[in-house]
């Protein structure tokens, strides 16, 4: 039975800077990103913050779906993001059951 996938967008703020990525692990890959685990793209550009995810049956499906759009203008990726997560919240404290600072009234 083949593994199940996520393609993910991260972005460094609201319409800042994107990155498209694909895992087999969601929280435990984001988690790698936020911490600037791996030297790369996402860290030097500070790309950080979980602006949406697509969740696929196997990984064949998440990559093919991570190559399409990365192939994809800047504006349809941002389209995208917006039609979910219009305030390009983190999606990540949800993920993990954290509380959404912006949101929580403490």
């Known amino acids: 039975m083949e593994k199940a996938g996520y393609t993910y967008i991260l972005a ?16 435990k890959r984001i988690w790698q990103h936020r911490e600037g685990v791996q030297a790369g793209f996402t860290s030097r550009y500070n790309v950080k913050r979980l602006v949406y995810y697509e969740v696929f049956g196997d990984m064949s499906l998440a990559i093919e779906r991570e190559k399409q759009l990365k192939r994809w203008h800047r504006p349809w990726k941002v389209n995208l993001i917006e039609e979910k997560n219009p ?7 949800g993920l993990v059951g954290e509380m959404d600072p912006e949101t929580s009234s403490g």
């Open 12 to 27: 460094s703020k609201k319409n800042g800077t994107l990155y498209v990525g694909v895992t087999s692990d969601l929280i």
């Open 87 to 93: 305030d390009w919240k983190d999606l990540y404290p």
